[in-house]
């Protein structure tokens, strides 16, 4: 199957800054995140994709069709920028049928898709007010409506859990993430938090300054690896010390004590000395690499 | 997706308590192109004109303009009609005619396009919502197109539809109506011509102000300084040129033994520079000179009809192209 988006060689240019710099990749069906510190060009490659800006140089293609002429891709495209893109005098219920109706769907089809996808993100009993009284989960949630109202094939979501709470956050990516696997619909998200990455997306590209510099399945970014990770409650400095005199090389991080490539006989020994020294253990596990270690990783 | 609520009562299946649980679901329906979003954003912009989906203030501005744009026409038509029921000759008093009637409502068409107008632009650009526009099936131009025809069309409403009701009440009125139709059927035409050009005036002026600024206000202002501005220099430039004309002419007779200006009004011949810059007063090569290009010779103008038409064209053209121009693409 053909990737949804790609992009070959895209470089974009802002007179004296280099927005995007020989930028290469696919965009595949399913769930993709894209991470990327503030300025690091993540919006710029989501409105490249949607001809809402020109590349200066390289080929890009939408559904397999060269990109020059957005018009028939955008009937089955849905996106939602980072900032604030919501008339606020205007009621959720009214601009969603108005962009529904704008993506080519009948007037009657319109309206009751709008009030579907206002009850599917939770925005039913508030959806006659005028969005400018909205809560910024709200507007997020109205975003993300006027996003999908089509039920479009592939849909680009920029920042989407700008300005929530933790909670607000976990909320939001579970719509997200449940509206993708549920409906089948294909999304790009961007963010600056891996959290919100690792936790609902398949693949992950990370960009950094301009450029492309890691992409791939997001399981092979945590996978178990050889450190064993011991947490605890209280205790930590005598095992570690304890440890440390029967010869094992031990690192505390934190509250966990970090071992590696621990042998049978370690783990014998590990067992002993928290129950010699009645420390309170949490947790005990092979150590998952997460993504934040993709950026903790040396240059090369 | 649905889910009964209460299934089977008393082995009766009971339908009555069903609720359908409609969240997302998928759309196999027929999609739209370009046709259909223009058509989409044209309806918009009626609706944001009507406040539909607004706040009351957006409802009472149309609401307000409309009754003060066919006031005065309810008014004409009341008085003709309270003198004929009293066999009173509708003749004898001097009630506005056709030519008369866009000098009582040119300023409330004015305010109308300077204040509502904007809100088809000026607004969207102001939220961001413009990049929602260009990820859809529409171009930059469809998009500022279908605007401009919103608003046309209630300014179309709005010069149309009080001129009609004032020939439906001099047809009405007239001893013999069909009579009145024959003698007067230009005027039909005329209605309907200068409608269209002070429409075209109206909505190309305040799109225009609004496709250079987010701020309504600004374009609000902008649109009624444009037209007091160049009403200005028209003025004063007229003034000015009449003045040095008149002392020429007088240092002229004053040479000349036989100079005969005497206490005739100076006036300068049809076609000179004051005339010209007196164009620039918009609501007067308007009303006055549009008027006598469509109604004939019934109002007066001293440069020829042409010079208005062109006048009013070049503002147009002017104006709308500025929109264009703004429009052009969405995205940088």
């Known amino acids: 199957m053909p990737a949804l988006l790609s992009a070959r060689n895209i470089t974009k240019v802002y007179e004296d800054t280099v927005a995007l710099q020989d930028v290469t990749l696919d965009i595949e069906q ?4 894209l991470l990327g510190a503030n300025g690091a060009g993540k919006s710029t490659l989501m409105t490249l994709f949607l001809g809402i800006i020109q590349a200066t140089s390289g080929d890009f293609q939408v559904f397999g069709e060269d990109g020059g002429d957005p018009i028939q891709a955008h009937r089955l495209i849905g996106y939602s920028p980072e900032y604030e893109c919501l008339p606020p ?47 910024t989960g709200m507007k997020q949630r109205a975003k993300l409506a006027q996003a999908i109202v089509h039920d479009p094939q592939l849909v680009l979501l920029d920042e989407p859990t700008a300005g929530l709470d933790p909670a607000g956050r976990q909320e939001m990516l579970e719509l997200i993430a449940q509206t993708s696997s549920e409906f089948g619909i294909s999304m790009l998200i961007s963010s600056h938090l891996m959290g919100d990455i690792e936790r609902t997306c398949e693949r992950i590209i990370v960009l950094e300054a ?75 596990a092979p150590r998952t690499q997460t993504l934040s270690d993709i950026f903790r990783r040396p240059a090369p | 997706m649905n889910a009964p609520v209460s299934g089977q009562v008393n082995g009766l299946e009971q339908r009555e308590g069903e609720v359908f649980d409609l969240g997302y679901r998928h759309y196999d329906g027929p999609r739209g192109g370009r046709g259909k979003a223009f058509m989409a954003v044209y309806d918009d912009g009626i609706r944001s004109v009507l406040g539909l989906g607004r706040g009351v203030a957006a409802k009472m501005m149309c609401g307000i303009s409309g009754l003060l744009v066919l006031g005065p026409a309810i008014f004409i038509i009341s008085v003709a009609g309270f003198m004929s029921s009293f066999g009173g000759e509708t003749d004898q008093i001097p009630l506005p005619k056709h030519e008369d009637y866009y000098g009582l409502t040119f300023i409330i068409l004015l305010l109308f396009a300077a204040i509502v107008g904007p809100a088809l632009l000026s607004p969207d650009k102001r939220n961001s919502v413009l990049p ?25 409403a709005f010069t149309i539809v009080p ?127 549009v008027s006598s290009w469509t109604f004939g010779d019934r109002t007066h103008f001293p440069v020829s009809p042409w010079y208005n038409a062109m006048t009013i064209a070049a503002v147009i053209a002017g104006a709308f192209g500025t929109m264009v121009f703004r429009y052009r693409k969405f995205g940088g």
């Open chain 1, 30 to 33: 399913g769930m993709t995140g």
């Open chain 1, 89 to 135: 005098n205007v009621s959720a219920a009214e601009f969603t049928t108005h962009m529904a109706r704008v993506s080519g769907l009948p007037r009657t089809e319109a309206r009751s898709r709008a009030t579907d996808v206002l009850r599917h993100v939770g925005l039913d009993e508030e959806r006659y007010r005028p969005m400018g009284t909205y809560s």
């Open chain 1, 210 to 284: 301009g450029g492309v510099v890691e992409q791939g399945d997001v399981s092979g970014y945590t996978t178990d690896t050889e450190t064993l990770a011991l947490e605890f409650d209280e205790g930590i400095e005598a095992v570690a010390a304890s440890l440390t005199n029967k010869g094992i090389a031990v690192t505390i991080e934190g509250r966990a004590l970090l071992i590696e490539e621990a042998s049978q006989d370690d783990l014998d020994v590990i067992r002993d000395v928290i129950v010699e020294t009645g420390a309170l253990l949490h947790r005990l």
């Open chain 2, 132 to 156: 929602l526009y260009a990820v859809r099936p529409l171009k930059s131009l469809d998009y500022a197109i279908a605007r401009w025809l919103a608003f046309f069309t209630f300014a179309m």
């Open chain 2, 163 to 289: 001129q009609a009701l004032l020939y439906l009440s001099f047809v009405l009125s007239d001893d013999s109506p069909w009579g009145y139709i024959k003698d007067n059927g230009r005027d039909l035409w005329a209605i309907f011509a200068i409608g269209l050009i002070l429409a075209a005036f109206m909505t190309s002026l305040a799109l225009a102000a609004a496709s250079l600024t987010s701020r309504r206000a600004f374009a609000s202002a902008g649109v009624i300084a444009f037209v007091f501005i160049t009403a200005a220099i028209g003025g004063f430039g007229g003034e000015i040129l009449t003045s040095d004309q008149d002392r020429q002419e007088h240092a002229a007779g004053a040479s000349s033994s036989t100079g005969n200006h005497g206490d005739e009004e100076v006036q300068a011949p049809d076609g000179d520079a004051a005339h010209y810059i007196h164009l620039l007063i918009l609501p007067d090569t308007m009303l006055a000179g």
